[in-house]
């Protein structure tokens, strides 16, 4: 942690983060170190950063201090307590329910889902974990499905694809009361956007992959504590990672069981690319809501479209929840087409628009989401997550305007 004013603005912070602790040869961007191995020229030093009584790097799979500069800058971004990262979003999440859930824990989350966390929640439920997926829009079916065996709620801030938003602060108020760990997936919003700590979530998940990182050029992911939670009362803790500040313990035990015995490691190349990436989050993020806010009143104007959903739109079922906790509305929409309309067709027309399956690149991208990234789990589970045939999901970039909206004019005409 740096000794930088807290009262600083956010890209301000994220800029000068690195500068906080001297950096080699007065570097402005924190150097990639590529050892594997670190070398200690007493063996009672080396025997002290095993036993986590002093900093230091034991063995690469555990962290690198590139990585850690950029765990300090997110940190930061999401005003918490600490952070770990991980090669991937899904290494991240994975690493939450590998380190801090026992069988016979029940879990609850959302049914509007990244695909990928609604597999590995599956898959959980068929390894002693029970899993509950229920409307999060719905504090009251949060609610309902909390069962004695309850460890923890999982949800997301803007679902994708149909940018459902979590009730989030009323689910806030039922883990509270319950001791529940609380995480919430910001990777939609961003720490930009909205900080889950604002709801007292206990902690923050972050694919770096997409906003953060921002130009689709490095995968990562990230967990932050925001300190919230009182791990004093949480019995899936072992005593070794009890040491002396209680606000670790959690944060520990997901650095020791979710990163060093899992090994989704952070490489430092990657850190690197996401560090630079998050210096822009600021800029990026307000073009692109910009953009995505007119592309979807665009769309919302055209008779060959059949519904938009976008948080910004007045219309959106959470338009007011979202005005109310985020600074913007997201940069991801999805709209359906009118049946007449080929989407294949459509979506081979447009020009300034890649045909991919990331999001939060600086690029827009669209894909059709039945046909590709929901199409594995079946038609009778698309229509229960409200995904049509024609749904086409846009993750908007930072194009200029004008060449999107002209972009969707000619390939609707
Ligand atoms: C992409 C994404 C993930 C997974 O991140 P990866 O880096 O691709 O593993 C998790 N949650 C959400 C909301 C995402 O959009």
Not at 39 to 68: E, H, I, M
Not at 88 to 99: L, P, R, V, Y
Not at 254 to 265: A, F, M, S, V, Y
Not at 266 to 286: C, D, F, P, S, Y
């Amino acid at each position: 942690m740096n000794d930088l004013s807290p009262s600083r603005g956010f890209t301000t912070a994220v800029l000068h983060s690195d500068r906080a602790a001297p950096i080699e040869h007065g570097a402005l961007h924190k150097p990639l170190h590529l050892s594997v191995a670190y070398g200690y020229r007493s063996a009672r030093d080396l025997a002290a950063v095993f036993q986590g009584r002093a900093q230091g790097y034991a063995y690469g799979r555990q962290g690198n201090p590139t990585a850690t500069a950029l765990e300090d800058k997110i940190t930061r971004m999401e005003d918490g307590v600490a952070t770990v990262c991980f090669s991937t979003g899904m290494a991240a999440i994975g690493a939450i329910m590998i380190a801090l859930l026992r069988a016979g824990d029940h879990i609850v989350s959302s049914t509007f889902l990244f695909g990928n966390t609604y597999s590995m929640f599956a898959t959980l439920a068929t390894q002693g974990i029970e899993v509950s997926f229920v409307d999060a829009t719905d504090a009251r079916a949060v609610e309902a499905a909390l069962t004695p065996a309850t460890r923890l709620v999982f949800v997301e801030t803007i679902a994708n694809p149909r940018t459902q938003i979590a009730d989030l602060a009323r689910i806030s108020e039922l883990c509270t009361a319950r001791r529940l760990i609380y995480v919430v997936d910001n990777t939609m919003t961003s720490p930009y956007l909205f900080r889950p700590k604002s709801v007292q979530a206990s902690l923050v998940v972050n694919a770096l992959t997409k906003y953060i990182g921002g130009h689709g050029n490095a995968l990562g992911g990230s967990i932050t504590d925001t300190g919230a939670f009182d791990w004093t009362g949480f019995p899936n803790l072992y005593a070794s990672y009890k040491a002396a500040n209680p606000k670790l313990w959690g944060i520990t035990q997901l650095r020791k069981k979710g990163l060093r015995d899992w090994g989704g490691t952070l490489a430092a190349e990657q850190a690197h690319h996401l560090a630079v990436g998050a210096e822009t989050l600021a800029l990026r993020m307000e073009r692109a809501c910009a953009n995505a806010m007119a592309l979807a009143e665009f769309l919302a104007a055209q008779s060959r479209v059949r519904a938009v959903y976008y948080p910004g739109l007045p219309g959106h079922p959470q338009h007011a929840l979202a005005r109310k906790l985020f600074s913007g509305f997201g940069a991801l929409l999805a709209f359906e087409l009118d049946p007449a309309l080929d989407c294949f067709d459509f979506l081979d027309r447009l020009q300034n628009v890649v045909l991919s399956s990331n999001l939060g690149d600086n690029r827009t991208l669209a894909i059709p989401v039945a046909h590709t990234i929901y199409w594995e789990m079946g038609p009778e589970r698309r229509a229960s997550m409200g995904i049509a045939d024609s749904l086409i999901r846009v993750s908007v970039g930072i194009e200029d305007r004008k060449d999107l909206i002209a972009d969707f004019t000619q390939a609707l005409a």
